[in-house]
């Protein structure tokens, strides 16, 4: 459990602390990743009228690029210099005729029916990427095979793995219990009411058991 302990480090945004390693997590870590297909598919949808759908064949066509980027937990947990292999969501978006927003917000949502709220403005962000791949390897099941969101500038929560759908809404989606709309790292903004000092030591303290949960639940799986 004490590999889960993050340090503290120079040079992290606020109240963040340095992580050796990037840890399997989320706020359910008891439950296995999903059984996900082994290559991208990506829906688009606009009020739940189907837009578009990207296939591993459309992302390799748009020239997927290394992206290095520190990735922020609102938990407190970071870890630096990851590097992912992907498209800017801005650029799927244009390669289906989203040049301009559609609607205000959009739900990306995964295979295990987790969901993030993202405005039009966070999501298009230049360092908004589709990631297939994470330090070299395809991405796994920890990490989010076999496509994921990645936002670096917002917490982690709103990184969703296993992406399979991206569909846009013309009034602001339910956020999930502890979700932030904006979630801006730089700003702090961990959760949605309460003020981020009074929230960072609760959070820190579910972080190694909460890492030891969700890394043993994957091996579970794969023992079964
Ligand atoms: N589909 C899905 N995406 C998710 C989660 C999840 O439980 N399911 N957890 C989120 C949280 S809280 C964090 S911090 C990161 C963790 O990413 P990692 O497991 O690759 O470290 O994924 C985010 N995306
Ligand atoms: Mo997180």
Redesign the pocket.
């Known amino acids: 459990m004490m590999r889960y302990w993050p340090r503290r480090a120079p040079g992290l945004p606020p109240g963040q602390r340095l992580m050796a390693e990037?840890?399997?997590?989320?706020?359910?870590?008891h439950?296995p990743?999903?059984a996900m297909p082994t290559a991208p598919r990506l829906e688009i949808r606009n009020e739940g009228e189907l837009v578009a759908v990207l296939t591993a064949a459309d992302l390799r066509a748009l020239g997927p690029r290394d992206h290095t980027a520190d990735?922020h937990?609102?938990?407190t947990?970071s870890?630096t210099g990851l590097v992912w292999t992907g498209v800017p969501l801005r650029e799927v978006l244009a390669s289906v005729g989203m040049s301009d927003a559609p609607a205000p917000y959009l739900v990306a949502r995964?295979?295990?029916r987790?969901e993030?709220v993202l405005t039009w403005e966070d999501a298009v962000a230049e360092d908004v990427l589709l990631a297939t791949r994470?330090n070299g390897a395809a991405l796994d099941d920890?990490?989010?095979a076999p496509l994921?969101?990645v936002a670096p500038s917002q917490?982690?929560?709103?990184?969703?793995?296993?992406?399979i759908a991206i569909e846009f809404r013309a009034e602001q989606p339910r956020l999930m219990s502890k979700e932030h709309l904006r979630a801006r790292v730089a700003f702090e903004e961990r959760h949605p009411r309460l003020p981020s000092p009074l929230v960072r030591l609760p959070y820190r303290l579910m972080i190694a058991p909460t890492a030891y949960v969700?890394e043993r639940s994957l091996s579970h799986r794969r023992t079964n």
């Open positions: 990037m840890p399997r997590f989320s706020d359910l870590p439950l990743p999903p990735f937990c609102v938990t947990w870890v995964a295979g295990d987790r993030a994470l920890r990490h989010g994921r969101l917490y982690g929560y709103k990184s969703v793995k296993h992406l969700a």
